[in-house]
């Protein structure tokens, strides 16, 4: 009884720490109830660490990219330069907007070279990855946004194609409109722990709005 009651409480503290918005995984934002778990006594905190490393996947599914997986998912999606040069903004926030997805953040920038450098940190090795650095922080800039929504990582990378414009589906935002892996318009995560890394990256945890678009419950239901 008291095991089942211990059980029940230190899931809601672990759901409810994990719920705040981070931009660490949630298992490293929970630490903290496991350290409030210590003062309760040592029995809660053991069994607070217990459950952490029973239930790693429920720990790391809330970050601050949402809960993967539900509607409130979301993926860091940025108009590059040559998006924003040839006027295209209006049209690609649209794609996203249509689908049903929702607008938490955006913004206007040019990134600093420490910004896109560590952005694309993991292309470091590549060839092309200064001149990608270079186009980014050209002066020209981008647009920075956060959607929300069901799937909307993977859902964003179609709505996005593929990342040489050559192989992206037609109806993309690259297929239609770019040619040039050099020049493709756009980027969006492509994975919950890359949204985490990047929305963290990009934005604060207050520029993330929290509202609900009028026709959600009509977009997001399952039945
Ligand atoms: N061969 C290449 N030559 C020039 N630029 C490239 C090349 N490959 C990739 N890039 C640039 O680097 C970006 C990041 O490459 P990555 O392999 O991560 O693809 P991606 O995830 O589709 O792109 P993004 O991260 O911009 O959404 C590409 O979007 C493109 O702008």
Do not use: C
Not at 40 to 51: L, P, T
Not at 74 to 94: A, E, T
Not at 194 to 204: H, Q, R, V
């Amino acid at each position: 009884m008291f095991a089942n009651s211990l059980r029940q409480g230190l899931r809601t503290a672990s759901r409810s720490s994990a719920r705040a918005f981070s931009t660490l995984p949630a298992r490293a934002a929970a630490r903290p109830s496991l350290g409030a778990g210590v003062a309760m006594g040592a029995a809660v905190a053991g069994y607070a660490m217990y459950e952490a490393s029973r239930s790693p996947l429920l720990l790391e599914s809330k970050t601050i990219a949402g809960e993967k997986g539900t509607a409130s998912e979301r993926s860091f999606v940025m108009i590059k330069p040559d998006g924003v040069s040839r006027q295209l903004v209006g049209k690609i926030i649209s794609r996203f907007e249509e689908r049903g997805y929702k607008l938490v953040a955006v913004k206007s920038l040019t990134p600093s070279e420490a910004l896109a450098k560590e952005h694309y940190s993991d292309l470091s090795a590549r060839p092309f990855y200064a001149g990608l650095v270079k186009y980014i922080t050209s002066g020209t800039p981008v647009v920075a946004m956060v959607w929300e929504g069901k799937d909307v990582i993977k859902q964003g990378r179609r709505i996005v194609g593929a990342t040489n414009p050559q192989d992206a589906d037609p109806g993309s935002v690259r297929g239609q409109y770019a040619v040039s892996v050099g020049r493709n318009l756009i980027h969006a995560s492509d994975a919950f722990d890359s949204a985490t890394k990047e929305i963290g990256l990009w934005f604060a945890p207050e520029e993330l709005s929290d509202y609900e678009p009028i026709a959600w419950p009509w977009v997001m239901a399952d039945n």
